[in-house]
């Protein structure tokens, strides 16, 4: 059965140190794994995905993630935080090959002072 | 263009009573999904619809719960007789369904409904 595990629920950094956002997953074939964002009080955006090509992924606003299978990791990482990266971040799974179903982790809430 | 749109945006009922809830996909989009999310149980797949197939209905958490889409496009999702439990944020989400092996097409979210029973 494919299931993610977000490590940390809340993540604390300041303003232009690095992100990381830990993930780790669980699937019985080669997984699909995304990370969508949640703004407060705004809809799920997809950051970035990963389907089985390069297994450094890029995404929007300067986020990136890396498929480690020997790990069966997908952290989500970036280089220098702004105060906008304030959001509830999840690490998905799909659960099926063929997409049509996402399993989220529980979510991890970056917080970014300044 | 136009999102995922979803009514309405706040729902507040008493026990025991029936709600409807909404979902306009993406025009275009085949493929629709329902999503519940409550507090600190993150988000759980609920029901799947694509074109005209049998809907995937694995993840309704009781015979409470139903989901239609009529003509392809909006679709409902109703909650009967319900319990406090289920107060969370009903999330819609629609996409594109890959024709292509291996493929994949990104679910685009709606704002969600947050639902209150008491």
């Known amino acids: 059965a494919q299931s993610v595990t977000q490590l940390d629920s809340h993540v604390s950094v300041s303003e232009g140190t690095p992100v990381l956002l830990r993930c780790n997953y669980s699937?019985?074939?080669?997984?699909?794994l995304f990370w969508y964002v949640q703004h407060p009080n705004k809809g799920l955006q997809l950051l970035l995905k990963?389907?089985?090509?390069?297994?450094l992924v890029k995404g929007i606003n300067g986020f990136e993630a890396e498929f480690k299978k020997s790990e069966t990791s997908f952290h989500l990482t970036k280089p220098s935080a702004h105060m906008s990266d304030a959001a509830e971040y999840f690490c998905?799974?799909?659960?099926?090959?063929?997409?049509?179903?996402?399993?989220f982790g529980k979510g991890t809430t970056l917080s970014v002072s300044s | 263009g136009a999102g995922v749109s979803q009514s309405p945006s706040n729902k507040v009922t008493e026990k025991g009573k029936d709600v409807e809830l909404r979902c306009d996909p993406i025009?275009?989009?085949?493929?629709l999904y329902w999503y519940r999310q409550s507090l600190g149980q993150g988000l759980e797949f609920l029901i799947y619809?694509?074109?005209?197939?049998?809907?995937?209905k694995s993840g309704l958490p009781s015979d409470r719960f139903s989901a239609e889409r009529t003509g392809g496009s909006v679709s409902t999702l109703t909650i009967q007789r319900t319990q406090q439990e289920d107060s969370a944020v009903y999330l819609c989400?629609?996409?594109?369904?890959?024709?292509?092996?291996?493929?994949?097409?990104?679910?685009?979210f709606g704002p969600g409904t947050r639902l209150t029973v008491l």
């Open positions: 025009s275009g989009h085949t493929a």
């Open positions: 990963y389907t089985s090509a390069a297994t």
């Open positions: 998905v799974v799909s659960a099926n090959q063929a997409g049509t179903a996402l399993i």
């Open positions: 699937s019985s074939y080669s997984p699909s």
């Open positions: 989400a629609s996409s594109l369904v890959s024709l292509l092996a291996g493929g994949y097409n990104e679910q685009f």
């Open positions: 619809f694509q074109g005209n197939s049998a809907p995937d």
